[in-house]
């Protein structure tokens, strides 16, 4: 039996406008998306994700190599059987004055619903237990344009979960989401590729979200050839920043983000730590430039900062000098 | 449904007010009919007398026909073109094909002054050489327009060089103008001010049939429609060959307006206005819904303005451009300050 399974071999991105010499992005992809993987396509603008995103979901033909879809090669299936394989939820806008979120879900159903797009039982209870697991059920009712940018991606979402496939590809799902509603939307899809075995693909900017969530990362960029590979293991090797180039930002293999290196004042400051608060303070700290460094036992006569009965307080060996009721206090002072 | 009830509700009542405004049309004119007269002149009685027969059956039973279908086509054709392109201003001149039956017409009346020729005094033809040109020329800018898009595939650029082509074809029929005899430019002119009251009942009664035959097609594409509503890459996702149906639409909606512009001259807004109204009055965009409303809708609003046109006990008559323009024009800025940012419907 053929398995459920998309795979990529050999495929050229990019894309050819009229008769123009078609712009190649990547070559040779060699990558496939399994049922229960949750896999993130992370590059810096202009990589060519919403391309690739595109060119495998039918949208445009690719320039050279093979799409196949459980072992069907994707250029001899019809968009009918297609539909039935792939949803997805892209950045496209539309909006309709008359448009409730209901309709939108529904559309999910066409390609199982009758010829004048009549839902039938099934279809209902598909709409509305999908609904209802997103939490959006009270919404359905409501002109989808008049939504919040959130609730309109839970709606899309739902769209794509009722067009019931095996796989599911969003283009940045989480972009202009805020950030609770970034995370149930990542719980839900991870969720979703578990626990109903869907194949995931999502291209996003945000790589936190992505080293969170990802089963794998897809790696792409003008310059390199396709990478992927574990997240873990992709920022440990240092290949997030081979992949966004930037000579300013790095991303940090410590903290898992991205961050300027900046020049410090040179001034060192040392903090004994005491939880959230004097985390912050580093934090703070170290965007004013000052070096950041933990308090020994060896120094007992230098001055250090720590957070002690909710307050921030400098000490020179026991002797306590100075409170502070916030950061802001501790930076507009001085620390002597 | 509760919303299914209240649609059918409000399609009877529509097609009943279609009904009386058709039947008005048969009564109110310049000569003066009693009710009973004409009902018996249109079932053809021996008591109805001649001038009734005549009035009825030759002049306002055609006109109302006319008025009906060619209300039907143009706002069937304004609602599918507004769904195609994504844009509310959409509308059966923004596709240049009036503008190509315009061009017809001109180079047929005025072919005389400017090239010599004596096209338009076949007289024993009738108005059929004005229906024929503008028929073929209306087709000449369909057979463009349907290259086009076939070639770039985005309906916005194919919106764009429908108006574009509408610009140029005004300019030479400008051109002509300006070189013709005032007597042929007169005849121009006044095709240009639309009639419904040019045809002969045959003519009627195809303007009929094409716009049974453009609601049954519309009503069989319901459902790509709806998907369309998404754009067209949502709608490929599930599953519809989005460029194959936006093109063969085209070609309907072409071909509609051309066989409505054909014989009644470009009659302006009925096509842009009767959906806005349609969607408005129904508060829905599925076009299970919008597709009978607008029929019904279109039918009733082209009766109307044809009665209003007639002046029902003076005897001149409006031209039924200015009627519908007068009509038309406050219900799209209706919707424009409705709707502020125009991204919507």
């Known amino acids: 039996m053929a398995s459920a399974k998309l795979h990529i071999d050999n495929l050229s991105n990019g894309y050819q406008t009229g008769k123009q010499k078609p712009v190649v992005l990547q070559e040779a992809i060699n990558a496939s998306l399994e049922p229960g993987q949750l896999i993130c396509l992370l590059g810096p603008n202009g990589a060519g994700k919403s391309t690739l995103l595109r060119t495998l979901s039918g949208f445009q033909k690719p320039l050279s190599g093979n799409i196949s879809y459980s072992g069907k090669p994707l250029e001899s299936m019809s968009l009918r059987a297609l539909s039935r394989q792939l949803a997805v939820v892209l950045t496209d806008r539309f909006s309709d004055r008359f448009l409730t979120a209901f309709e939108v879900v529904s559309m999910g159903r066409f390609p199982y619903a009758s010829f004048w797009g009549q839902l039938s039982g099934k279809d209902n209870k598909i709409i509305h237990s999908t609904l209802e697991m997103l939490g959006v059920t009270s919404l359905k009712d409501e002109i989808f344009e008049n939504l919040s940018d959130g609730e309109k991606q839970k709606m899309l979402l739902a769209r794509a979960l009722v067009q019931d496939t095996p796989f599911l590809f969003l283009d940045e799902p989480v972009a202009f989401v805020d950030s609770p509603g970034k995370i149930e939307i990542m719980e839900w899809l991870s969720f979703f590729a578990r626990e109903h075995s869907k194949g995931i693909l999502m291209t996003t900017h945000d790589i936190e979200i992505a080293l969170d969530y990802a089963d794998y990362l897809w790696l792409i960029n003008r310059e390199k050839s396709f990478k992927t590979g574990l997240p873990e293991d992709l920022v440990w090797k240092g290949a997030i920043n081979v992949y966004f180039d930037r000579l300013e930002v790095r991303f940090d293999a410590a903290k898992g983000r991205f961050g300027v290196s900046k020049p410090t004042l040179g001034k060192k400051v040392l903090l004994k730590q005491a939880g959230a608060p004097t985390r912050w303070l580093k934090k703070a700290l170290t965007r004013k430039g000052f070096q950041v460094s933990g308090v020994t036992d060896k120094q007992p006569e230098d001055f250090y900062i720590t957070f002690e009965n909710g307050a921030f307080v400098q000490y020179r060996g026991d002797e306590l000098l100075k409170r502070f009721k916030d950061i802001e206090e501790i930076l507009n002072q001085g620390i002597s | ?345």
């Open chain 2, 1 to 345: 449904m509760q919303n299914n009830t209240r649609h059918r509700f409000w399609f009877l009542i529509f097609f009943l007010l279609s009904l009386l405004l058709f039947f008005a049309n048969l009564w109110f004119g310049s000569v003066l009919l009693g009710w009973k007269h004409v009902l018996s002149a249109l079932f053809h009685r021996p008591d109805a007398g001649n001038a009734a027969l005549v009035i009825v059956n030759q002049y306002r039973l055609p006109q109302a026909v006319t008025a009906l279908s060619t209300g039907i086509v143009l706002s069937l054709s304004g609602l599918i073109l507004q769904t195609l392109f994504r844009n509310p201003l959409a509308g059966p001149s923004v596709l240049g094909i009036s503008s190509g039956a315009s061009l017809g017409v001109a180079l047929v009346v005025m072919s005389g002054s400017v090239f010599g020729l004596q096209l338009a005094q076949f007289q024993f033809l009738g108005n059929i050489t004005i229906v024929m040109s503008a028929f073929l020329g209306a087709l000449l800018v369909l057979a463009l327009i349907i290259y086009v898009s076939g070639r770039v595939g985005n309906v916005i650029t194919v919106l764009i060089i429908g108006i574009m082509v509408g610009y140029a074809v005004s300019a030479v029929v400008s051109v002509l103008q300006y070189f013709t005899s005032s007597d042929e430019l007169h005849t121009y002119i006044l095709w240009g001010l639309g009639s419904f009251s040019k045809t002969t009942i045959q003519q009627s009664l195809f303007l009929l049939f094409t716009a049974i035959a453009g609601t049954f097609i519309a009503l069989y594409f319901v459902k790509p429609l709806n998907a369309l509503l998404a754009g067209t890459h949502y709608a490929q996702s599930i599953g519809f060959r989005t460029k194959r149906i936006q093109t063969f639409l085209i070609l309907v909606t072409g071909v509609l307006v051309a066989v409505g512009t054909a014989f009644t001259g470009p009659i302006a807004f009925l096509g842009l206005a009767v959906p806005h109204l349609a969607r408005g009055f129904f508060k829905s965009s599925q076009h299970g819904v919008l597709i009978p409303a607008t029929v019904l809708m279109g039918a009733s609003l082209a009766l109307f303005c044809n009665l209003v046109a007639k002046l029902p006990g003076y005897d001149i008559s409006l031209p039924i451009n200015s009627v519908t323009s007068l009509v038309g024009a406050p219900v799209i800025i209706w919707v424009v300050l409705r709707n502020r940012h125009l991204k919507t419907f």
